[in-house]
């Protein structure tokens, strides 16, 4: 009796880290004090140039803002590069297979033809061009129009890979045309044949074959100006996000994930993360 109850507890140790592995989750509702306390959870408030964006354009930590629970992105623009702000933020490389949700709220600006982009994505780096083991999926939402369309947009992307100059993208793009102004439930699914991409719970794509992401992933936000704006006065534009929740190797639907979220926010829980770390760096330059 002695030893079977030994054997069964090995064989419970054993399976815990599965269990482990298949409920673990990150989640962080931006309630922090500051910066430096946003940067000491592990997130990358991104600096310097680089792409997307406007070449001589540039990233800095001062576009992002923390009040009251919620980050902000700002974007400062003349439509001049040199006059160009961009912002972006960027967690752990170490997210693949499972779902990832974040609630924002995306703007446009009546009148305002400057085509710029808030973006949600998950992301690796570009090692090179055509790199085979970039993987991405992102939600990008064009307020003004851009990108050869004067139409408002929101786009569901999952990629392949890229060659970034010039630029040669392989992916699959769903879009949903209209605007997008206001609180949004973003929800990506990635899984190991096909990636799902909903916006509140309403299916915008699904994704198969090479462009299914393959190597870990950083959490990543940006808000960033495409080539067309028009030089002129100093502008400025701000979208929010309230929080962001991945739940590690389940697939779960837009209210699941909904509900998860509330259900900590009630817990008095403003973040958590017991996602292993993959013992990857986090560039935050894509």
């Given at each position: 009796?002695?030893?079977?109850?030994?054997?069964?507890?090995l064989?419970a140790?054993?399976?815990a880290?599965?269990?482990?592995?298949?409920?673990?989750?990150?989640?962080?509702?931006?309630?922090?004090?500051?910066?430096?306390?946003?940067?000491?959870?592990?997130?990358?408030?991104?600096?310097?140039?680089?792409?997307?964006?406007l070449?001589?354009?540039?990233?800095?930590?001062?576009?992002?803002?923390?009040?009251?629970?919620?980050?902000?992105?700002?974007?400062?623009?003349?439509?001049?590069?040199?006059?160009?702000?961009?912002?972006?933020?960027?967690?752990?490389?170490?997210?693949?297979i499972?779902?990832?949700?974040?609630?924002?709220?995306?703007?446009?600006?009546?009148?305002?033809?400057?085509?710029?982009?808030?973006?949600?994505?998950?992301?690796g780096?570009?090692?090179?061009?055509?790199?085979?083991?970039?993987?991405?999926?992102?939600?990008?939402?064009?307020?003004?129009?851009?990108?050869?369309?004067p139409?408002?947009?929101?786009?569901?992307?999952?990629?392949?890979?890229?060659?970034?100059?010039?630029?040669?993208?392989?992916?699959?793009?769903?879009?949903?045309?209209?605007?997008?102004?206001?609180?949004?439930?973003l929800?990506?699914?990635?899984?190991?044949?096909?990636?799902?991409?909903?916006?509140?719970?309403?299916?915008?794509?699904?994704?198969?074959?090479?462009?299914?992401?393959?190597?870990?992933?950083?959490?990543?936000?940006?808000?960033?100006?495409?080539?067309?704006?028009?030089?002129?006065?100093?502008?400025?534009?701000?979208?929010?996000?309230?929080?962001?929740?991945?739940?590690?190797?389940?697939?779960?639907?837009?209210?699941?994930?909904?509900?998860?979220?509330?259900?900590?926010?009630?817990?008095?829980?403003?973040?958590?993360?017991?996602?292993?770390?993959?013992?990857?760096?986090?560039?935050?330059?894509?």
């Amino acid at each position: 009796m002695k030893r079977a109850l030994t054997l069964l507890a090995l064989a419970a140790a054993c399976s815990a880290p599965a269990r482990a592995q298949s409920t673990a989750e990150f989640f962080d509702d931006f309630s922090q004090k500051d910066l430096d306390a946003l940067r000491a959870n592990g997130w990358v408030l991104r600096e310097g140039s680089g792409h997307p964006g406007l070449p001589g354009a540039r990233f800095s930590a001062g576009q992002l803002a923390l009040d009251g629970g919620l980050l902000t992105l700002r974007l400062d623009t003349d439509g001049t590069p040199a006059n160009t702000t961009l912002a972006q933020l960027c967690g752990a490389r170490k997210f693949l297979i499972g779902t990832t949700s974040a609630r924002v709220r995306l703007r446009d600006t009546p009148g305002s033809r400057d085509p710029i982009v808030q973006a949600f994505f998950l992301a690796g780096p570009l090692r090179h061009d055509y790199d085979p083991d970039f993987s991405e999926v992102d939600f990008e939402y064009l307020p003004h129009g851009g990108w050869g369309s004067p139409d408002t947009r929101l786009y569901g992307v999952s990629w392949q890979t890229v060659r970034v100059q010039p630029f040669q993208p392989f992916n699959q793009a769903s879009q949903l045309p209209g605007s997008f102004d206001g609180w949004q439930l973003l929800t990506v699914q990635v899984e190991a044949t096909r990636t799902r991409h909903y916006v509140n719970g309403r299916l915008l794509g699904e994704h198969t074959g090479r462009n299914v992401p393959a190597k870990p992933m950083a959490i990543s936000f940006n808000h960033w100006l495409s080539a067309g704006a028009v030089a002129g006065a100093p502008r400025a534009y701000t979208f929010d996000v309230d929080w962001v929740l991945h739940q590690a190797g389940r697939t779960l639907a837009p209210e699941a994930m909904q509900a998860r979220a509330e259900q900590l926010r009630q817990q008095g829980v403003a973040r958590h993360d017991t996602v292993p770390d993959a013992g990857l760096t986090s560039e935050c330059n894509l």
